[in-house]
């Protein structure tokens, strides 16, 4: 992965409260971040990938649009963010459902 921003001399709580302000929802998954954040298009998830290399804190930046490879981002942070990848969104829902399907056969 290409890193964007480099966090020398900072804590993984210090580069996470720094992208993470002014977020109005904000959902940690330990190796990525989604975030929901007012802007001038309105409501937009942001998915951060965080990760260390060689003792320093590093971050990418991931909108929506650019359609993440992740689809672990909480429903509800789909519903309350205008969509901007409708085909990604489908993913996700298909994610989650797969997950609760798999859920429930494991319980019996």
């Not at 929802?25 to 954040?37: E, G, S, T, Y």
């Not at 609760?100 to 019996?108: I, N, W, Y």
Request: a negative charge.
């Amino acid at each position: 992965m290409e890193w964007v921003k480099h966090h020398p001399g900072k804590t993984r709580s210090q580069v996470i409260s720094e992208l993470t302000h002014e977020a109005l929802l904000v959902n940690d998954q330990d190796d990525h971040i989604w975030i929901v954040k007012m802007n001038n298009r309105g409501t937009s998830l942001i998915c951060f990938a965080v990760g260390k290399v060689d003792g320093i804190w590093h971050h990418k930046m991931i909108a929506e649009d650019i359609g993440p490879d992740i689809y672990d981002c909480p429903l509800e942070m789909l519903d309350m963010t205008v969509p901007r990848n409708e085909e990604w969104r489908q993913r996700v829902r298909r994610h989650h459902a797969e997950a609760q399907k798999k859920a429930q056969e494991s319980q019996g």
